[in-house]
DNA sequence: AATCTTTATCGTAATATTGCAATATTAAAT
DNA sequence: ATTTAATATTGCAATATTACGATAAAGATT
């Protein structure tokens, strides 16, 4: 086999799945660190930030984006990437729903 | 090549992706979200709440437990398997962080 | 128009992940 | 001691990911 069963499970546990994997590589994780501490977000020189060769930095990008994460616009001949708010916000909410359920059911569990 | 470069990135970053990485499918989430749902964390029942297979489920287990996000611990014959709220809280730290930076940064974005 | 710069895509090799049948392990129950 | 029940491990096939050299595409510069 190899491939997921996506169909198996609900909307909300596969969007959540596909932004944390999206996020489960270091690179995509300096990526997004990357263009946070940058004040524009003209950023042509990722690639220099990384220890990756150019295409796959852009393969990276490219599934950051995909999974809604980051988005690029076209800048002359450049592309801006910025991040897009509303994936980390998603994420925020997630985890701190999860966090306060978990403290709530700690007295009943090991 | 195929392997991951995690010697070149931090170890906050791999540490982060690490996290993700065992979050980005969907069979995990729905283990994390059923561990939170039960009442009590004895938990032999995780195999008949997902379609799959019980060695496929014992594998996910695994990855979650060797990524920190859960804990097992040994109850008789069977497993009590419970949320590691450490981890998630990690994860709900660094996502509001990042939602804060991003909300500073708009102004001068795209 | 020719060239440079920047980013994307193709092709491909190495490795990792997903899923399960078969089997092993371990503790409880008979 | 056998059997039962619950979970883990092994082995393997199908597929996905990671990384990069080579090349393409498209706008900027000369």
Known sequence: MGATKTDHFTGKQNAIATLAKALGHPARIAII?????????????????????????????????????IKGEIEGNSICYCIDEKAFQK?????????????????NCC
């Open 33 to 69: 660190e990357y263009l946070l501490k940058v004040d524009t977000c003209i950023c042509g020189d990722i690639v220099n930030e990384l220890p990756l060769a150019q295409p796959t930095v852009s393969q990276h990008l490219k599934e950051l984006k995909n999974a809604g994460l």
């Open 91 to 107: 994420l925020q909410t997630y985890f701190t729903n999860i966090s306060t359920k978990a403290e709530n059911k700690r007295s």
